[in-house]
């Protein structure tokens, strides 16, 4: 099972830019798809982005289209998150999740994720 540490939260002003990073270790990081999951005050944890294990995939949610992007480094065991036009409503906890490659059914379901970072919290102020 692999294990996932997120860093680079922060404080940003909006239209500013964030990068985020997910360090995995143990496990065959390539055995897994990766993906981003946030959670905003008083708010379920929501689905923004997901990488599939060798890169041909990408799924985005609607709110970070043409804001967002995911990429990963499976040499150095990696998943970053950057994003750009930052508004207020990103505010949130981000966490990094790591799904099974062999695991079926909607990529965008957490049920599907087997391990979770402990998240890293994004401000964007006004």
């Known amino acids: 099972q692999v294990q996932l540490r997120e860093s680079g939260g922060g404080l940003v002003q909006a239209g500013g830019s964030l990068t985020l990073s997910c360090a995995a270790s143990?496990?065959?990081?390539?055995?897994?798809?990766m993906g981003w999951f946030r959670q905003a005050p008083g708010k379920e944890r929501e689905f923004v982005l997901m990488?599939?294990?060798?890169?041909?995939?990408?799924y985005y949610a609607d709110s970070v289209k043409g804001r967002f992007t995911i990429s990963r480094d499976n040499d150095k065991r990696m998943v970053f998150l950057q994003m750009n036009s930052l508004k207020p409503e990103d505010t949130a906890v981000y966490y990094c999740?790591?799904?099974?490659?062999?695991?079926?059914?909607?990529?965008?379901?957490?049920?599907?994720?087997?391990?979770w970072g402990q998240g890293t919290q994004v401000t964007v102020s006004q």
């Open positions: 143990g496990g065959t990081f390539s055995d897994y798809n």
């Open positions: 999740g790591a799904r099974q490659k062999i695991v079926p059914g909607s990529w965008d379901d957490e049920r599907g994720i087997g391990s």
């Open positions: 990488i599939s294990w060798n890169e041909d995939n990408r």
